[in-house]
């Protein structure tokens, strides 16, 4: 499923699978430094962009640490391939706080803050400073693709790269078509997927993708069974595991994505789709407002 398979065409003008030798993911958190990763662990050359000294140093010592558990799996009698395979991906990587650093590649995926504008400045300034072969990418989890790219004048080459953290383990990719993403670019931004070892599907710009629209009723409600006092968390979530077979329960994935990504995600969709099964849950914007955000801060549903 995952063989890489080259381009069965040339394309003029275009970044075909052979011509993405060097791409940028700008932002340094979990789903950036995943993406970072998988990246150079195919092959890549990566620029890794963040604003914040801080994130890109804990990135670094996130993706060292994963890297060696990947070359363990991959040559465990071999310490000789093992210090090999992560001396070369990890040389791959470069870190800046600077954008203009990571705007000569062949692909920028952005992965930042859920936020329409902040998106929207970014892929500008991005548009601007990145040479016309630049292929632009967003990460996002909910917005809309056509509305994170409205102001930029590559819209040809712009599309969603949605990837599922942890990104080294989740073997998903959503691919989403904007309004006016070319065919070629579609079809490089596929195969790069692939090469980078990833399951690609397809999806239109619609709200929520398809993971997060199905994903976002299950969970909601979920929420809502423990704020009444239906079950108790671990109950709901062994019910789930045990009685419809998920790897992982409900609660316990709410906690590990975080809880505000989840509420900033259920907004999106409420307000895309006006569906009450999207509507604000008072126990989600307690833990939010408190800072309880599930395993990044130590404590959400659970603690940690």
Not at 164 to 169: D, G, S
Request: proline share 3%; aromatic share 6%; with cysteine.
């Amino acid at each position: 499923m995952n063989k890489i398979i080259g381009l069965t065409r040339n394309f003029s003008n275009t970044t075909s699978l052979n011509a993405i030798k060097t791409v940028t993911v700008v932002g340094g958190g979990l789903m950036g430094s995943g993406i970072a990763q998988v990246a150079a662990q195919a092959g890549l050359n990566v620029n890794l962009i963040d604003l914040k000294p801080e994130l890109l140093e804990n990135a670094q010592k996130s993706i060292q640490n994963n890297l060696q558990r990947v070359a363990r799996k991959l040559h465990k009698d071999s310490p000789a391939q093992i210090e090999a395979f992560v001396k070369d991906a990890s040389q791959r990587i470069k870190v800046s706080t600077n954008l203009e650093d990571g705007v000569q590649a062949d692909l920028v995926v952005e992965a930042i803050v859920e936020k329409l504008d902040v998106k929207q400045e970014l892929f500008n300034k991005l548009d601007q400073l990145c040479p016309e072969h630049t292929i632009l990418a967003s990460n996002t989890s909910s917005i809309s693709i056509n509305e994170i790219g409205a102001g930029i004048k590559r819209k040809s080459k712009f599309g969603g790269l949605h990837f599922f953290n942890p990104v080294p383990v989740m073997r998903l990719l959503e691919v989403i078509k904007s309004e006016q993403i070319s065919e070629e670019t579609y079809q490089a931004m596929m195969e790069w997927g692939k090469s980078v070892g990833k399951t690609c599907i397809t999806c239109k710009d619609t709200p929520g993708f398809v993971v997060n629209r199905l994903l976002g009723p299950y969970s909601a409600e979920a929420m809502r069974m423990y704020e009444r006092g239906d079950a108790s968390a671990q109950d709901i979530d062994i019910a789930m595991k045990l009685g419809a077979g998920y790897p992982m329960g409900p609660l316990e994935l709410a906690d590990f994505t975080g809880l505000d990504t989840k509420k900033a995600i259920l907004a999106v969709m409420l307000d895309k789709t006006g569906d009450p099964v999207f509507r604000e849950i008072q126990l989600l914007n307690r833990l939010v407002s408190e800072g309880k955000l599930g395993r990044k801060s130590g404590q959400g549903i659970y603690e940690y």
